[in-house]
């Protein structure tokens, strides 16, 4: 028996954070290439499946993301770059071209300019190399600087066209392993994988890898896919290629990134609202009363332009005004017949379109009524089918017709409400005793920060 029991400690159950709770997930340096490198290296190692739990995962996501995009913006990170390859070129190559660069550098660091000097850089290099008279040393020369014609070739784009690579770089590295599992079973897909690297089968351990964590990196690629609106990356060339890739992957477990590549290809597609808004107003203003067949073309458009109609209907030209109410209208009910269209001056801030339109026989909202002063004795022996019986009860209402009025205000301020309750009520399609007058935006489109109020009655 131990002399005092009570000054034994006894093992406890640990209860705090997991390693990965407890580091860091940013960059060990706020430098921008060494954040460029480290986020580069961490995006990797997760597409290769190297991937921590959740939540942890995908905060980790965030914050790389985040740095390698600004790291990716910043003016220094060519000229950090570069300086760091011409150090591990010291002593190999002449120190008169490593003067000259590192002078270039200092000029530019030194300047507000934006542009990296890569041609006075490459011009440098040229000059020094059609200075060397020996064959052997000039391709000395070549081999030991072709890490800085790598490098220059990679920043000549700027730092959009740097985004954009390092985008590719991994989305590429994401299709290049699920494209291999795209097709039929995962056995299936597994033996012709073995059979195609017989003598590395490492490269089969590493697809297999990354595959079995398909679900996480899914959550990193989308995060990718994502930053190409948020940074206004033209989808062209090799960006435009990969994500065509991505879109026919036809895997259960890429349901979700290749959904995302298909719409990020039709956002990029679609003509910028300017370009649209031209066009459509240059439309709108050609049309006369003469010409109405000609607005046919915008209300069975497939475009989207009602955001851009909604802007036309308060400009400043009365033809574009009138004809955008109009296209507006036939376009918010091109699944009814339209009967009769009208459009009205009835106040100079107010236009009023007057329209009839016939609801379809199918549609759920034309009223049915019990037949009145009819009885109907029932029995056991009653022969009566279920149409019958409909027939007997109901009978549709003689006319599907509706009557509305619309119109649009910048907003009802200045326009006082008894002036539109009267150019409203003048109308003849507003002749029942039920008639109102409300006011709100346009239920066919939602405006977004935007306080235009339609009139409909």
């Not at 950090?80 to 071209?97: A, K, T, Y």
């Not at 062209?236 to 036809?250: D, N, R």
């Not at 009520?425 to 489109?445: C, F, G, I, M, Y």
Request: charged share 20%; proline share 6%.
């Amino acid at each position: 028996e131990l002399d005092d029991p009570s000054r034994v400690k006894l093992a406890s159950m640990y209860s705090g954070p997991l390693p990965w709770a407890m580091m860091d997930l940013a960059s060990p340096s706020k430098r921008p290439l060494q954040k460029f490198q480290f986020a580069m290296k961490t995006l990797t190692d997760m597409l290769d499946g190297f991937c921590i739990p959740e939540p942890f995962f995908s905060e980790m996501i965030t914050v790389q993301v985040r740095h390698l995009m600004e790291a990716a913006r910043n003016p220094e990170l060519p000229m950090l770059d570069l300086q760091d390859v011409l150090s591990s070129l010291e002593g190999r190559i002449s120190s008169r071209l490593l003067t000259s660069i590192r002078d270039t550098l200092h000029d530019y660091s030194q300047s507000e300019s934006v542009v990296f000097p890569y041609d006075k850089i490459t011009s440098l290099m040229d000059t020094h190399a059609l200075s060397i008279t020996k064959h052997t040393d000039r391709e000395r020369f070549l081999l030991d600087t072709q890490n800085i014609i790598s490098l220059i070739q990679r920043y000549r784009g700027g730092a959009h066209g740097l985004q954009r690579d390092v985008l590719v770089q991994h989305l590429t590295r994401y299709r290049d392993v699920e494209e291999k599992f795209s097709v039929g079973s995962f056995d299936k897909c597994l033996d012709t994988l073995r059979e195609q690297n017989r003598d590395t089968l490492d490269t089969v351990v590493q697809c297999v890898m990354a595959h079995h964590k398909v679900a996480a990196r899914n959550i990193l690629v989308s995060s990718l896919l994502e930053c190409i609106p948020r940074y206004q990356m033209e989808v062209t060339g090799e960006l435009k290629a990969v994500l065509e890739s991505l879109a026919e992957l036809a895997s259960p477990g890429t349901t979700r990134v290749a959904l995302l590549a298909r719409t990020t290809l039709i956002q990029a597609l679609q003509p910028p609202y300017e370009a649209v808004y031209h066009r459509v107003q240059e439309t709108l203003a050609e049309v006369d009363l003469s010409q109405q067949e000609a607005l046919k073309e915008l209300v069975v458009s497939p475009s989207p332009i009602f955001d851009v109609l909604v802007d036309c209907l308060f400009n400043a030209n009365s033809r574009v005004a009138r004809n955008a109410l109009e296209v507006y209208i036939r376009r918010s009910y091109l699944a009814y017949k339209l009967t009769s269209l009208e459009v009205k001056d009835v106040h100079p801030k107010l236009k009023l379109v007057e329209f009839q339109f016939t609801l379809p026989s199918s549609h759920p909202n034309i009223v049915r009524r019990s037949m009145s002063g009819s009885s109907l004795k029932l029995s056991a022996s009653s022969n009566l089918s279920l149409s019958s019986l409909e027939e007997t009860f109901c009978s549709p209402l003689s006319s599907p017709q509706r009557e509305q009025s619309s119109g649009a205000l910048p907003h009802v301020g200045p326009l006082p409400h008894a002036t539109i309750a009267q150019a409203v009520s003048s109308s003849k399609l507003k002749s029942t005793s039920d008639a109102s007058v409300q006011s709100h935006p346009p239920h066919d489109l939602p405006l977004k920060g935007c306080d235009r109020t339609g009139v409909m009655a």
